[in-house]
Structures are given as C-alpha cells and as structure tokens.
C-alpha cells in the first residue's frame, strides 16, 4: 500500500516562505510522477504543482514565479518551496503520487493522496 504524508504547514505572515515536505512509500517512488494541490475553505480542489519522474515540473499560473516543487529520488521525497506567500494562499495543501510517470494537472490521474497540511498566511 502506497502511503503519502505531508509536513510543514504553518502559520506565517504574508511574504514569508515555507517549505512543504512529502514522503512516499510503498512502491518505487523515481519512477512515479508528484504532484501538490490546494483547497481553501469553501473552494474545489486546485492545482498547484507537479514533477514528473526526470524532474520536468508543471506549474499552475498563480504560483509560477513564487512556488517551486523538487523531488529527492533517494529520500522518496518532493518538496514545494513557496516563496512571497500572499494572504489567498491559505489552503490545505495535499501531496499526491501519480498512477504514472508524467505529471497532470488533473487529481484524477493521482491515485493516492496525503492526508493534507494547513497553510495559513495572515496578511
């Protein structure tokens, strides 16, 4: 069984950066695509950001620039720098591991999910 689990919310004032860490286990995480997504209180689920299994990264447009996402193969871990961070950015944020090797935009094409980790950015 594939288990996803994310670390690092917090509280933060705007501007501020944070780093969120999300470890996989169960199956052979280099060969699998990552990704992050968000969901504020009273919103659908959103894409943030996705890495596929060589490290090519995908971005949605209200974080390019602020956001990066990287993975450590060895550690089976991704991670999402984000940096600049504004008020509308609080969210949970959740980690999820691809059925494949490439990287979407779509939750539907990940197959297991963290449990989520609150970012809440105080203006």
């Known amino acids: 069984q594939v288990q996803v689990v994310e670390s690092g919310g917090g509280l933060v004032q705007a501007g501020d950066s944070l780093r969120l860490s999300c470890a996989a286990s169960?199956?052979?995480?280099?060969?699998?695509?990552m990704g992050w997504f968000r969901q504020a209180p009273g919103k659908r689920r959103e894409f943030v950001a996705t890495?596929?299994?060589?490290?090519?990264?995908n971005y949605a447009d209200s974080v390019k620039g602020r956001f990066t996402i990287s993975r450590d193969n060895a550690k089976a871990t991704v991670y999402l720098q984000m940096n600049s961070l504004k008020s509308e950015y609080t969210a949970v944020y959740f980690c999820a591991a691809g059925g494949g090797p490439h990287g979407h935009s779509l939750g539907t094409q990940y197959d297991f999910w963290g449990q989520g980790t609150q970012v809440t950015v105080s203006s």
């Open positions: 890495i596929d299994y060589i490290g090519r990264t």
């Open positions: 169960g199956r052979t995480f280099s060969r699998y695509a």
